[in-house]
Protein backbone atom coordinates (compact mmCIF):
# COMPACT_ATOMS: atom_id res chain seq x y z
CA UNK A 1 0.00 0.00 0.00
CA UNK A 2 2.75 2.60 1.05
CA UNK A 3 4.59 1.69 -2.48
CA UNK A 4 1.19 2.64 -4.20
CA UNK A 5 1.21 5.52 -2.56
CA UNK A 6 4.42 6.84 -3.41
CA UNK A 7 4.19 5.87 -6.70
CA UNK A 8 1.53 7.52 -6.98
CA UNK A 9 3.02 10.59 -5.35
CA UNK A 10 5.56 10.56 -7.66
CA UNK A 11 3.20 9.90 -10.84
CA UNK A 12 1.39 13.46 -9.31
CA UNK A 13 5.09 15.20 -8.83
CA UNK A 14 6.02 14.59 -12.39
CA UNK A 15 2.65 15.26 -13.73
CA UNK A 16 2.65 18.73 -12.34
CA UNK A 17 6.42 19.38 -13.21
CA UNK A 18 5.02 19.09 -16.98
CA UNK A 19 1.89 21.34 -16.72
CA UNK A 20 3.90 23.60 -15.45
CA UNK A 21 7.13 23.59 -17.88
CA UNK A 22 4.21 23.67 -20.54
CA UNK A 23 2.81 26.61 -18.80
CA UNK A 24 6.08 28.67 -18.91
CA UNK A 25 6.49 27.76 -22.41
CA UNK A 26 3.04 29.32 -23.29
CA UNK A 27 4.37 32.56 -20.90
CA UNK A 28 6.92 33.45 -23.37
CA UNK A 29 7.03 36.90 -23.78
CA UNK A 30 5.94 38.56 -27.05
CA UNK A 31 9.01 41.80 -27.74
CA UNK A 32 8.29 43.51 -30.96
CA UNK A 33 10.96 46.28 -32.39
CA UNK A 34 10.44 47.67 -35.26
CA UNK A 35 12.35 51.22 -36.80
CA UNK A 36 11.52 53.72 -38.64
CA UNK A 37 14.44 55.64 -40.47
CA UNK A 38 13.26 57.15 -43.47
CA UNK A 39 10.82 60.16 -42.99
CA UNK A 40 8.16 58.77 -45.71
CA UNK A 41 4.91 59.18 -45.04
CA UNK A 42 4.33 55.63 -46.54
CA UNK A 43 6.59 53.80 -44.09
CA UNK A 44 6.16 55.92 -41.05
CA UNK A 45 2.26 55.20 -41.31
CA UNK A 46 3.07 51.32 -41.60
CA UNK A 47 5.09 50.93 -39.08
CA UNK A 48 2.51 52.63 -37.13
CA UNK A 49 -0.13 50.24 -38.48
CA UNK A 50 2.02 47.51 -37.80
CA UNK A 51 1.93 48.64 -33.87
CA UNK A 52 -1.66 48.77 -33.40
CA UNK A 53 -2.26 45.69 -35.46
CA UNK A 54 0.03 43.37 -33.09
CA UNK A 55 -1.59 45.37 -30.10
CA UNK A 56 -4.94 44.06 -31.30
CA UNK A 57 -3.68 40.76 -32.04
CA UNK A 58 -2.42 40.14 -28.27
CA UNK A 59 -5.24 42.07 -26.74
CA UNK A 60 -7.92 39.77 -28.36
CA UNK A 61 -6.01 37.09 -27.16
CA UNK A 62 -5.90 38.18 -23.77
CA UNK A 63 -1.89 38.64 -23.71
CA UNK A 64 0.12 41.53 -23.61
CA UNK A 65 3.45 42.20 -26.01
CA UNK A 66 6.01 45.13 -25.51
CA UNK A 67 6.55 46.68 -28.49
CA UNK A 68 9.78 49.14 -29.15
CA UNK A 69 9.42 51.40 -32.64
CA UNK A 70 12.96 52.76 -32.75
CA UNK A 71 13.37 55.76 -34.77
CA UNK A 72 16.64 57.31 -36.54
CA UNK A 73 17.91 59.53 -39.37
CA UNK A 74 15.25 60.66 -41.23
CA UNK A 75 12.92 58.52 -39.54
CA UNK A 76 13.22 60.71 -36.22
CA UNK A 77 11.02 63.90 -37.64
CA UNK A 78 8.22 61.43 -36.72
CA UNK A 79 8.88 61.35 -33.24
CA UNK A 80 9.54 66.10 -33.32
CA UNK A 81 6.89 67.92 -31.95
CA UNK A 82 7.90 70.88 -35.24
CA UNK A 83 7.78 68.17 -38.14
CA UNK A 84 5.83 65.26 -36.81
CA UNK A 85 2.94 64.43 -38.97
CA UNK A 86 1.40 62.01 -36.98
CA UNK A 87 1.68 63.28 -33.19
CA UNK A 88 -2.04 62.22 -32.69
CA UNK A 89 -1.56 58.70 -33.64
CA UNK A 90 1.85 58.40 -31.28
CA UNK A 91 -0.24 59.35 -28.57
CA UNK A 92 -3.24 56.99 -29.57
CA UNK A 93 -0.78 53.82 -29.45
CA UNK A 94 1.17 55.05 -26.46
CA UNK A 95 -2.48 54.88 -24.78
CA UNK A 96 -3.73 51.76 -26.34
CA UNK A 97 -0.65 49.79 -25.59
CA UNK A 98 -0.53 47.81 -22.37
CA UNK A 99 0.49 49.88 -19.41
CA UNK A 100 4.59 50.38 -19.62
CA UNK A 101 4.71 48.38 -22.97
CA UNK A 102 5.00 50.80 -25.94
CA UNK A 103 8.37 52.64 -26.52
CA UNK A 104 9.05 54.98 -28.80
CA UNK A 105 12.93 55.55 -29.76
CA UNK A 106 14.40 58.51 -30.43
CA UNK A 107 17.82 58.13 -31.41
CA UNK A 108 19.96 61.18 -29.34
CA UNK A 109 22.96 60.62 -31.95
CA UNK A 110 20.43 61.77 -35.01
CA UNK A 111 19.19 64.31 -32.72
CA UNK A 112 22.97 65.85 -31.62
CA UNK A 113 23.15 66.04 -35.24
CA UNK A 114 20.09 67.65 -36.35
CA UNK A 115 20.53 70.26 -33.63
CA UNK A 116 24.05 71.05 -34.88
CA UNK A 117 23.06 71.23 -38.80
CA UNK A 118 19.67 73.21 -37.85
CA UNK A 119 21.79 75.48 -35.51
CA UNK A 120 18.91 75.25 -32.63
CA UNK A 121 17.88 72.65 -29.62
CA UNK A 122 14.56 70.00 -30.85
CA UNK A 123 11.78 69.31 -28.53
CA UNK A 124 10.51 65.14 -29.24
CA UNK A 125 7.16 64.27 -28.27
CA UNK A 126 6.26 63.33 -24.97
CA UNK A 127 5.71 60.10 -25.70
CA UNK A 128 9.74 59.95 -26.78
CA UNK A 129 12.43 57.94 -24.90
CA UNK A 130 15.68 58.94 -25.83
CA UNK A 131 18.18 56.38 -26.21
CA UNK A 132 21.82 56.54 -26.83
CA UNK A 133 21.73 55.13 -31.01
CA UNK A 134 19.16 53.92 -32.14
CA UNK A 135 21.07 51.26 -33.98
CA UNK A 136 22.77 49.90 -30.31
CA UNK A 137 18.66 50.09 -29.26
CA UNK A 138 17.84 47.96 -31.75
CA UNK A 139 20.78 45.57 -31.82
CA UNK A 140 20.47 45.15 -27.83
CA UNK A 141 17.12 44.32 -28.23
CA UNK A 142 17.53 41.43 -30.62
CA UNK A 143 20.30 39.94 -28.61
CA UNK A 144 17.82 40.11 -25.68
CA UNK A 145 15.37 38.07 -28.02
CA UNK A 146 12.93 40.47 -29.36
CA UNK A 147 11.42 39.97 -32.74
CA UNK A 148 12.82 42.34 -35.52
CA UNK A 149 10.21 44.28 -38.10
CA UNK A 150 11.52 46.61 -40.24
CA UNK A 151 8.32 47.93 -42.09
Not at 135 to 140: F, K, S
Not at 144 to 149: E, K, L, R
Amino acid sequence: MRNLVRRLSVAVVMSLSLVTAGLAADATPHRLALHVDQNDPAVINLALNNVTNVIEYYRAKGESVDIDLVAYGPGLNMLRTDKSTVRDRIKQLKELAFPGKMQFSACNNTKVNMEKAEGHAIALVPEATIVDAGVVQLMELQEQGWSYVRP
